[in-house]
């Protein structure tokens, strides 16, 4: 170790010496009042990402799903995808096979209303990490009751050991000039179907 960490260390060792044994630490900021309307929100900071947010019932998501890809001509679904959408499966497509597709179908594990972010956690239906960053065009579905207000509650609902993609908005960069340029990491248009479960 070096000797100014080694000198931090000790000043910070010293100065814990006398201090109670027992300290409690305020966690106030971890939960706040959720918002009244989760989805409005939601929808707003998405919409506020140059996201496309469509809302719809279950009885109208496959419909959605079709008009959200447009003119999308090869679009890929993982095998699990709990709705019937017209598309090859990814069966490990390489990254060249992936970007040679117009549009990804995914579902989400949690979205959070505060920041207009989606979380995948790559479990049934959202498929594997390289599908949803290579494609040009993303469509995820996200059930209303997936949304919560913060990021607090987003982690309380993941798991840790899961791999996890988290996406607000389209893949975006600015230059020094703030000359926005997008579909840099990831794809250039994101719609997201929040479903109503009636």
């Given at each position: 170790m070096s000797g100014a960490r080694e000198e931090i260390l000790a000043s910070i060792r010293t100065a814990l010496r006398d201090a109670p044994p027992e300290v409690e630490v305020p966690r106030g900021y971890r939960s706040s009042p959720p918002p009244a309307d989760l989805v409005a929100l939601f929808d707003e900071r998405v919409t506020d990402y140059r996201a496309t947010v469509t809302r719809c019932a279950l009885v109208d998501v496959v419909e959605a799903i079709r008009s959200a890809l447009g003119d999308a001509a090869r679009v890929v679904v993982s095998g699990d995808l709990p709705y019937p959408v017209d598309g090859a499966l990814d069966d490990d497509l390489s990254a060249s096979e992936l970007d040679a597709v117009d549009a990804v179908v995914t579902t989400a594990a949690v979205g959070i209303a505060v920041t207009g972010t989606i979380v995948l956690d790559h479990g049934p239906g959202q498929g594997r990490r390289?599908?949803?960053?290579?494609?040009?065009?993303?469509?995820?579905?996200?059930?209303?009751?997936?949304?919560?207000?913060?990021?607090?509650?987003?982690?309380?609902?993941?798991?840790?050991?899961?791999?996890?993609?988290?996406?607000?908005?389209?893949?975006?960069?600015?230059?020094?000039?703030?000359?926005?340029?997008?579909?840099?990491?990831?794809?250039?248009?994101?719609?997201?179907?929040?479903?109503?479960?009636?």
């Open positions: 390289a599908l949803s960053l290579v494609p040009d065009r993303h469509v995820c579905v996200i059930r209303d009751d997936q949304i919560v207000a913060g990021v607090p509650d987003a982690i309380a609902r993941l798991d840790p050991a899961r791999p996890q993609t988290w996406i607000s908005g389209p893949s975006a960069t600015s230059d020094i000039e703030l000359d926005r340029v997008e579909g840099v990491h990831g794809p250039r248009q994101l719609h997201v179907v929040v479903v109503r479960e009636d």
